[in-house]
Structures are given as structure tokens and as C-alpha cells.
Antibody, heavy 121, light 103 residues
Framework: QVQLVQSGAEVKSPGASVKVACKASGYSFTDYGFSWVRQAPGQGLEWMGWLSSSNGNTRYIEKFQGRVTMTTDTSTSTAYMELRSLTSGDTAVYYC??????????????WGQGTLVTVSS | EIVLTQSPGTLSLSPGETATLSCRASQSLSSNYMAWYQQKPGQAPRLLVYGASSRATGIPDRFSASGSGTDFTLTISRLEPEDFAVYYCQRKTFGQGTKVEIK
């Protein structure tokens, strides 16, 4: 069965970077891309961007341009999301989600369990 | 950018009742594509519906979706105890969510 297993919780200082891993299993890794979605405490869901597992193409929302990098390692079927220059506003649960496209629209059919990133001095 | 506004913010219902959740787009949508997700406390979201009204794998038929233009609806018939959760619509961005709570 499809599983996305994320790395554990992180505590970072303001200005630091964090890299979250998402290991996929149960399907052909390069057949689907990944999105990263975050959720601040008590808040809704925010799509951060998408990464193709087959060719490395990315699409980031403007808010995170220049501060986020999404990558994959096909040898280990793992997707990564690195966020730099962290502030307290980045404190959130970060989810990876397998992404299917429908024209220029997309949806998320499987999700990782989430990784809590806490930014605190 | 299209903004999705969900209403009501909270819906208080009893098991067995029907929940009707609204998702309104800030402009008319060229296609009736919408995805809906369920999220329970401490859990990741789960895909319920994608495309116009296709249920995801394993989703019971008491969940149905419809809509076009600016107005989209998720209907949950015969609410079960496990259906009390937060629901999000999504088309690129997400709506802010509707919480379905036990009355």
C-alpha cells in the first residue's frame, strides 16, 4: 500500500534552515510528484509548492520563492523540502502529499503523517 | 488568485443527520473541478473527493460533492461518529475549513 513516512519533529532557531524528508513506498516513485503543504497551529492548510519526481521540475508559490528548495532522491524514494531563514511564522506542521494533476489543477491523494517544525529562540 | 470561502465555519449536528458544507469561489470557475479533504485532530488530511465528484478510494457513498460556477457543496448523509472533523475544499489553494461537530 502507498505510504509516505516523514522525518521527525524539529526545533530550530530563527534564521536557521530545516530540511524535512518524506520517504515513499508502495508505488513507482517517479510516476508521481510531491507537494508540500503546511499548517500553522490551529490554522488551515497552505500549499507551498510542487516537485516532479521524474525530472526535478519545481513550482513554488511566490511567498516561498527564494527560501524553499524541494528535491528528490530517486535512489531512496525520498522527497525533501528545505526551508531557509526561518522565523516564528514558519512554526507549523509540514506535510508531504503525493500529487496528481488534472490539466493545470492538482489534488493530493496520499499524505505523510506530518512533521512539526518549531522555530523558537 | 481564486479565493475559496467555506461556510459555515462550524456546523453542529447529531449522528444520522445530513451535513451540507459550502465552498464559494471568488470568481466563476471554468470547470467544476474541486477536491475535498477531511482532517481529524492530530492527523493528516485525507482525500475524499476529486475532479467534479469522484470519491477517492475507500470513501463511503454517503459523501457526495457537486457544484459549478462559484458554488460547490460537499454533502455528508447519515452522519457517522467518525465523520465529525474539519473539511477543506481545494482548487489550487484551500478554503479555510468547516468544522463539523457533534451537537
Amino acid at each position: 500500500q502507498v505510504q509516505l513516512v516523514q522525518s521527525g519533529a524539529e526545533v530550530k532557531s530563527p534564521g536557521a534552515s530545516v530540511k524535512v524528508a518524506c520517504k515513499a513506498s508502495g508505488y513507482s516513485f517517479t510516476d508521481y510528484g510531491f507537494s508540500w503543504v503546511r499548517q500553522a497551529p490551529g490554522q488551515g492548510l497552505e500549499w507551498m509548492g510542487w516537485l516532479s519526481s521524474s525530472n526535478g521540475n519545481t513550482r513554488y508559490i511566490e511567498k516561498f520563492q527564494g527560501r524553499v528548495t524541494m528535491t528528490t532522491d530517486t535512489s531512496t524514494s525520498t522527497a525533501y523540502m528545505e526551508l531557509r531563514s526561518l522565523t516564528s511564522g514558519d512554526t507549523a506542521v509540514y506535510y508531504c502529499a503525493r500529487t496528481l494533476w488534472f490539466g493545470d489543477l492538482y489534488y493530493f491523494d496520499y499524505w505523510g503523517q506530518g512533521t512539526l517544525v518549531t522555530v523558537s529562540s | 488568485e481564486i479565493v475559496l470561502t467555506q461556510s459555515p465555519g462550524t456546523l453542529s449536528l447529531s449522528p444520522g443527520e445530513t451535513a451540507t458544507l459550502s465552498c464559494r469561489a471568488s470568481q466563476s470557475l471554468s470547470s467544476n473541478y474541486m477536491a475535498w479533504y477531511q482532517q481529524k485532530p492530530g492527523q493528516a488530511p485525507r482525500l475524499l473527493v476529486y475532479g467534479a465528484s469522484s470519491r477517492a478510494t475507500g470513501i463511503p457513498d454517503r459523501f457526495s460533492a457537486s457544484g459549478s460556477g462559484t458554488d460547490f457543496t460537499l454533502t455528508i448523509s447519515r452522519l457517522e461518529p467518525e465523520d465529525f472533523a474539519v473539511y477543506y475544499c481545494q482548487r489550487k489553494t484551500f478554503g479555510q475549513g468547516t468544522k463539523v461537530e457533534i451537537k
